[in-house]
């Protein structure tokens, strides 16, 4: 077997069969040629007087993605208030190379001084050293340091003032070394304000003003939520270090209210549709939707409508709709034309905007009746349905009849509904299942009458004839 190495290598071979030598063949065996590792590394900035591990600091590549065997370290900078590498708790001194096995790595850290330190560090992968590579790591001061928590605040909701930001990546539960300067700067009308809790009258609700918040009264410091956005800022004070943290400037927000996107639809004629196929609606909060509004501007007989439940809606009123269960059974039934309708949501907090739009369906067509005058003999009794026809172009089923007799006379004739007698100008009413029980009783003198049809969006015309 033959172990290659790190490029091209030279080899002959001949062979032997008992009775004599072949000439030498020589031929090459390439393999890759190594790269060594690469040390990746920027600069660091860390706080004078912080000990970081060395490990977070760096990076190694390898090609062939080797584990690194072995690491040497190096600190060039020797002023008595540079920092220095420290190895399992022993101070390495500054300007030697110290060797560092993976093992050990993890016990390795950097104790920063007050002036920056100029170090390098390499990397072996138990065939190549990498490159030596440099970096500075560069002290700076410590101050606290503020994250606001971006609470959303409820009208009048009370939220201790710790809750409003972390500090240092910490909610200050207690911390007796930090304290702080707050600073309110919204004056609107329906802002919220600080508020000292248990007190009638609080220093701390005074507007644009610094006021400090620490020692015992820090717990009880709240905030109570307005009804607009509430631009403040803090800075903390850290007495163990002497330091202030940088103002930190930040909104407590109201919750944000829902939106509901709804734009122009169309309907085929006749059809009925699912209210919540109509829109959508989005929550900042993601707090549940539990109510909607809805309103149909349309008041004409053939407009579109809302149904809840299979029962239709008054139009130009504000239909409130439940999320649970009611939305589920609301629908919208075409009408003929446009409708223009208008929805909002309500997150239990807040109500969304209303949102506009348009419904459009089909123009409807009205019925036709066609009559003719009959003859009919004295004293008999003819079903009405035989006496006209109904024609509706787009074969919408007839829904409901209106009949009139204009002629009072004795001994005119008069309509009958399911037996009983109806008076002469009067309108009278049928749905299509009482068509079947509807006659004319003809009298001994012509009766003047007339009727039309209604396809459940219009009416047709009144067409007038003689009995």
Do not use: C
């Amino acid at each position: 077997m033959f172990q290659s190495g790190n490029g091209t290598d030279y080899l002959a071979v001949r062979a032997y069969d008992g009775t004599a030598w072949s000439a030498w063949t020589d031929f090459h065996v390439i393999a890759p040629t190594r790269q060594p590792p690469v040390v990746n590394v920027a600069d660091q900035s860390v706080v004078a007087g912080s000990s970081t591990y060395v490990s977070t600091m760096f990076s190694v590549t390898d090609s062939y993605t080797s584990t690194m065997t072995d690491y040497h370290i190096f600190d060039g900078t020797a002023d008595a208030s540079s920092g220095h590498f420290v190895l399992l708790g022993n101070a390495i001194a500054a300007n030697t190379v110290t060797d560092v096995t993976p093992l050990n790595m993890a016990g390795l850290s950097f104790l920063a001084g007050t002036t920056s330190d100029y170090v390098a560090i390499q990397a072996f992968d138990g065939t190549a050293w990498s490159a030596w590579t440099a970096f500075h790591i560069n002290p700076h001061a410590y101050k606290p340091v503020i994250t606001p928590t971006n609470y959303v605040a409820h009208v009048n909701e009370i939220v201790p003032f710790v809750s409003l930001f972390q500090i240092n990546g910490l909610t200050d539960l207690g911390l007796s070394n930090i304290s702080y300067q707050v600073y309110d700067a919204t004056t609107d009308q329906g802002s919220g304000h600080f508020a000292l809790l248990g007190a009638t009258d609080s220093p701390f609700a005074a507007k644009q003003t610094v006021f400090s918040v620490g020692g015992v009264i820090k717990p009880s410091i709240v905030y109570v939520g307005g009804a607009v956005p509430e631009y403040v800022a803090v800075r903390a004070y850290d007495s163990t270090a002497n330091a202030y943290s940088d103002w930190t400037a930040f909104h407590i927000a109201p919750p944000v209210p829902p939106v509901i996107h709804a734009s122009d639809t169309t309907i085929a004629h006749n059809g009925s549709v699912a209210l919540s196929s109509l829109f959508t609606v989005t929550d900042a909060n993601n707090y549940a939707i539990t109510q909607y509004q809805f309103y149909q501007a349309n008041t004409n007989s053939d407009a579109g409508k809302l149904l809840l439940g299979g029962t239709a809606q008054a139009a130009a009123t504000v239909v409130p709709i439940f999320a649970t269960p009611t939305l589920a059974t609301a629908t919208f039934q075409a009408g003929s034309g446009t409708d223009f309708v208008a929805l909002r949501a309500y997150d239990g907090t807040n109500w969304s905007s209303w949102q506009a739009f348009h419904i459009a369906a089909p123009l409807n067509n009205a019925p036709v009746v066609t009559v003719t005058d009959h003859t009919l003999a004295a004293g008999t009794d003819t079903l009405m349905s035989t006496l006209f026809s109904v024609r509706d172009a787009e074969g919408d089923a007839i829904q409901a009849y209106q009949f009139y007799d204009s002629t009072a006379a004795a001994n005119s004739g008069h309509f009958t509904l399911a037996g009983t007698a109806q008076a002469a100008n009067t309108i009278i009413n049928a749905t299509a299942a009482q068509l079947a029980s509807l006659t004319f009783h003809a009298g001994t003198v012509p009766d003047y009458v007339a009727m039309r049809a209604f396809d459940g969006l219009d009416w047709s015309a009144w067409n007038a004839f003689h009995l």
